[in-house]
Each structure stands twice: as C-alpha cells, then as structure tokens.
C-alpha cells in the first residue's frame, strides 16, 4: 500500500488485559514515530525508532508500555495490564528520513472498559 | 506536553472566504509542520516549513513563520465545505513532533 497503515483499527478491551497495536510504514521509511491522542487533545508523542532501534522513548507514561520493531519496518506498540485511562486514538507515523515530513496512519482507537 | 498553541480554538466562516489560523511555540525549532484531521482520525500533511523560511505556498495554503516571535500562521484562501476539519500545528524541536490542540474550522455552505 502506498500509505501508513495500522491494524486493527479499533479495540475493546477489558482493564488489565494485554494488547498489541501494529504499524506497517511507509516502504522506505527509516523513522518511525507512535503518538497518542485523547478527544479534544492534539497527539502526544510516545516514541520513535530510527531503523530497528528506539532513538527516543521519553513520551512512553509508564513501564506498561513498549514498543519493538524488530526489523526496522513494522512496529508493534504493546501495552500491559490496561487501564481505563489508556483510551485514546493511536497513531502512527512513518517519514522518510528524521526531519523530514511525518505521514500519519489512520490509527488504532483503543477503548479500555 | 504541549508546546504548540492554536489561536483560535474553534473557526467558523462561509464558503469562498478566507481562513486564518495562528500558531505559538515555546522552544526554538528546526521546522514546523501544519496538519489537517477530519473526524478525529487520520493527519493528513499539509505543508512544512523549515526554521530559515518565511512563507511557503501549496496549492490555496499559505504559510508563514515568524521565530523571532515563535509563531505561525496557515491561511485557506477560497474555502470549501470539504476543509471543514480540525487543524494542527506541530513543532519539531528535534526529532518528534509537538503538537497543539487544534483549531476546529468549519465552512458552511
């Protein structure tokens, strides 16, 4: 596909369950960001790979959260033992290089009940 | 934290006037990027400007950036109906984006 995608693309969960979140970029894309929005709220940055390695993980909340990408294109964000407060839309985005513009994906809306 | 602030929150105007929405950052930055999202899902990338330009043009988007004062502002010239949206700026002090709260525009018809 010509644009980032992300799978599934809503969740329902109960709290204190395991969930994965999965990003397929941008063929070509090195850098590869995870951000979080709440209603009314613009995205807040959670963390961002630069091939297969993590280059910042300052915006992950707390050690529930983790996110691989094993083989520098996909990337899967993990969250354990969910709490309500972990709803929100989760984006994704892919760019071609640091710096250069971010594509957005269409997001994953996680619902924490 | 949010360190971009959109000026106004909401925006509403009729079709084929012109759209004005301002943007203040705290830090210096290396660029700054103007997004759009309908429904509160997908961004879509509007337009970027580096921290050495002053105004950019796409298509019925200006932009311009003022560091200085660390501010911004997006005009959409001849609105439609379609650019019913929220708008975003977001500033990249480094790497990650920092993103504002948006401002709602609507265009009625």
């Known amino acids: 596909g010509a644009g980032v995608s992300q799978t599934p693309s809503n969740k329902v969960t109960e709290k204190g369950k395991y969930v994965e979140l999965r990003c397929d970029p941008i063929?070509?894309?090195?850098?590869l960001y995870w951000y979080r929005q709440s209603l009314g709220q613009g995205p807040e940055f959670l963390i961002y790979f630069q091939g297969t390695g993590a280059a910042d993980d300052s915006g992950l909340p707390n050690d529930r959260f983790f996110a691989v990408r094993p083989e520098g294109s996909v990337s899967t964000l993990k969250i354990q033992r969910t709490e309500r407060g972990d709803s929100a839309v989760y984006l994704c985005a892919s760019s071609y290089l640091i710096g250069n513009e971010q594509f957005f994906g269409p997001g994953t809306r996680l619902t924490v009940l | 934290s949010q360190q971009g602030e959109e000026d106004p929150q909401a925006l509403s105007i009729q079709e084929g006037e012109n759209a004005t929405m301002n943007c203040s950052y705290k830090t210096s930055i290396n660029n700054l990027q103007w997004y759009r999202q309908n429904s509160g899902r997908g961004l879509v990338h509007l337009i970027l400007i580096r921290s050495n330009e002053r105004e950019k043009h796409s298509g019925r988007l200006r932009v311009t950036l003022d560091t200085s004062k660390k501010s911004s502002s997006l005009l959409i010239t001849a609105s439609r109906a379609a650019d019913t949206a929220s708008y975003f700026c977001?500033?990249?002090?480094?790497?990650?984006?920092?993103f504002g709260k948006g401002t709602k525009l609507t265009v009625n018809p």
């Open positions: 977001a500033t990249a002090p480094r790497e990650k984006l920092v």
């Open positions: 063929s070509g894309h090195t850098a």
